[in-house]
């Protein structure tokens, strides 16, 4: 496995994994999920050299990091464990976001114990909380750091103002936000702030939740409990055009005898050495797959084939609904 620096010298696989796919039942179901094959997912990926694991408290919630907690157990060295926080619960019912350095404190100590370890490697902040200044959500955030419990601090979704004021409070390490072939409005003004900042990038949903590997042509694809059902570039209205996008995938890697999820990952990659795509997986014949991503090189042409094929604003359909929309680039 190749590796790559995100910003504060966070050493970390050029591929990482995205644990949220496997959670099994709660709030997000990606199809159905066995907890033996995504134990023995994380395994492979650790044997492979991949050492960047991203879970979250709201995926679940709370089972997913209990899930990779128990999957690294014995394991944990060399390991990057990234988590999120940001909401505010009652019992398991999400009830808003909450950026206050109380909800910061309480979501790490909750996670430390999920996930069974000492140290948080990367802490992000899942959604920005526009009732609560950024300087004071990271200045919370900054004394885990301090008292040993989060080694690096991360933001996810933020929009280019709130990450520069951000990094003037406390480094940040890296900005997780959706990034893809068919998903590049990062591409104007939030990728140049972090590398303004020295703001390592992590790309979720870098096969466009699956769609981009080419295995899903219509809705009936789709468990009917299928959280992609709400998506609406997988509607009736905007599949059909979004399936071009596919199909340009499809030819370059036919050229290259290799998967759509690898080029779509080869892409992103080649976007710059700062960016590290973390495509969710539940099994191990995919995570295997997407690992090899790492050892593609896309030439010019293929290149200029897929930005054709995807330009910026060039996909149907808003990448969340309505209420999802409401909460990124804040």
């Given at each position: ?89 009652s019992g398991n019912d ?31 902040q899942h959604r920005v ?90 809705l009936d694809d789709l ?108």
């Amino acid at each position: 496995m190749k590796y790559r620096t995100l910003g504060q010298d966070l050493k970390v696989s050029a591929i990482g994994v995205g644990c949220m796919p496997m959670v099994r039942e709660g709030n997000i179901i990606y199809g159905s999920a066995d907890d033996d094959e995504s134990t023995r997912t994380i395994h492979a990926a650790i044997d492979l050299g991949i050492n960047f694991f991203d879970t979250a408290q709201i995926y679940g919630p709370f089972a997913n990091e209990s899930l990779l907690g128990t999957a690294i157990r014995g394991k944990r060295d060399g390991l990057v464990i990234a988590t999120k926080f940001g909401f505010r619960f009652s019992g398991n019912d999400i009830i808003g976001v909450d950026g206050s350095p109380a909800n910061a404190r309480e979501a790490c100590e909750g996670s430390l114990k999920r996930l069974g370890i000492d140290t948080i490697d990367l802490f992000y902040q899942h959604r920005v909380d526009p009732n609560v200044s950024i300087e004071e959500t990271v200045g919370g955030m900054a004394e885990l750091v301090k008292e040993g419990k989060v080694r690096h601090l991360g933001l996810s979704e933020a929009g280019p103002e709130t990450i520069r004021r951000a990094a003037k409070v406390h480094p940040i390490a890296a900005l997780q936000s959706e990034y893809s072939i068919w998903e590049r409005d990062v591409e104007g003004d939030i990728l140049p702030a972090c590398r303004e900042n020295g703001i390592g990038f992590v790309p979720y949903s870098p096969l466009g939740r699956g769609f981009l590997a080419g295995g899903i042509r219509s809705l009936d694809d789709l468990a009917a409990d299928d959280w992609r059902r709400n998506d609406p570039r997988y509607s009736a209205e905007n599949m059909p055009a979004n399936l071009a996008i596919v199909d340009a995938v499809a030819g370059v890697a036919q050229q290259h005898g290799v998967s759509n999820a690898q080029v779509a990952l080869a892409w992103l990659l080649a976007q710059g050495e700062d960016i590290v795509p973390i495509p969710g997986f539940k099994r191990r014949t995919t995570m295997i797959d997407s690992a090899g991503a790492a050892d593609v090189v896309l030439s010019i042409d293929d290149l200029t084939t897929l930005d054709a094929a995807a330009p910026r604003g060039g996909t149907s359909g808003p990448r969340y609904a309505e209420r999802g929309m409401r909460m990124v680039r804040l």
